[in-house]
């Protein structure tokens, strides 16, 4: 029997996000206590409005807490919205009907925390703006969090904000920094796990498209996205909060990983938010000896069987 894990899903609801917080809904595996939003694919209310009409199709009461507007810096970097202007498509199927709470983000995150010491995992599915200023609010109840999971970085492979900055890490790279120098367990999933064999393809999209009311939900969610893929030469659309998600409810899907230290780079310049590991007990030719491994990288999991699985899910409603 797998444990049970107590999670906060810290989300900037786009598509990919909305997939994996129906993921997490239909899950057994998890409890979710709550869900925290932060500016990033799209404004806060935007993301807000995304998250509350997830968890409503996904039959889910799970509450709502809105926090940062802008990155930890305040400093915004400027991106466009793959998933078009409302994050979800712009298909027209935001119309939540619930409200989100008036409790800040941060204040949920840190009394969750303080009244469940060592046992509440954050699965971080954008730019971690939220942990961040919980932990510059109160560092000692952040060391209580178990694990963290992080979609973020562009692992061992390319960018999509830069060549080399992941959106979530580029958005807000110095909370990313700060979230990794707390040393509390970080699960990292970055982009090279959502590659290929996880795309679904033009044809799959369609499929869903003419599916059950999550796939149909999905699939409208995504149209934008794959407009967009298709322009960069891809037919499909990808998922990466979703197979981030994936690592948690399927605990058989990840079948290798490596541990690390991780450093963020926060220069304005070129290589702002690219993250580099350093892997723990590798002797590099100029660095006989890397730092403290403070992250585990997912490094292998079942591609191959992420869409027919997720398709599953979904499919059930
Ligand atoms: O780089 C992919 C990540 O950026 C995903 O979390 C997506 O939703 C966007 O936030
Ligand atoms: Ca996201």
């Not at 900037?12 to 595996?29: N, Q, R, W």
């Not at 915004?76 to 409790?103: C, H, L, Q, W």
């Not at 948690?248 to 590991?277: N, R, Y």
């Amino acid at each position: 029997m797998s444990e049970l894990h107590k999670i906060i899903i810290d989300t900037d609801t786009g598509g990919d996000d909305a997939c994996a917080l129906i993921l997490a809904v239909k899950s057994p595996l998890v409890e979710i206590l709550g869900v925290t939003v932060a500016a990033g694919n799209v404004s806060l209310p935007q993301a807000v409005r995304n998250a509350m009409a997830s968890l409503e199709i996904a039959g889910s009461d799970a509450k709502i807490y809105p926090g940062a507007v802008k990155p930890f810096s305040g400093e915004e970097r400027e991106t466009f919205s793959v998933y078009g202007n409302d994050g979800m498509g712009d298909a027209g199927i935001i119309n939540p009907k619930g409200k989100a709470e008036d409790k800040h983000a941060v204040d949920f995150i840190l009394e969750t925390v303080a009244a469940n010491p060592g046992e509440i995992e954050i699965v971080a599915l954008g730019p971690v703006t939220n942990i961040a200023l919980a932990i510059a609010h109160d560092p000692e109840t952040m060391k209580k969090v178990k694990r963290i999971w992080s979609m973020g970085t562009a692992g061992f492979g390319p960018g999509n904000a830069t060549p080399v900055a992941e959106f979530n890490v580029y958005k807000d790279a110095e909370a990313y920094k700060i979230m990794l120098d707390l040393g509390i367990p970080v699960t990292v999933i970055g982009l090279d796990m959502d590659d290929e064999p996880t795309w679904v393809s033009e044809e799959c999209w369609r499929e869903m498209g003419r599916g059950s009311r999550l796939q149909q939900f999905i699939s409208k969610a995504t149209g934008k996205l794959l407009e967009f893929k298709q322009g960069n030469g891809i037919n499909a659309v990808d998922l990466p909060d979703a197979v981030a998600m994936a690592t948690l409810v399927w605990p058989d899907f990840v079948t290798a990983s490596v541990k690390c230290s991780a450093s963020c780079i926060t220069d304005k310049g070129e290589t702002h938010g690219l993250v580099i590991f350093y892997k723990e007990g590798f002797t590099y030719d100029s660095m006989p000896e890397t730092g403290e491994a403070n992250v585990t990288v997912i490094t292998g999991a079942k591609k191959n069987e992420f869409v027919r699985r997720l398709n599953e899910v979904l499919a059930e409603d």
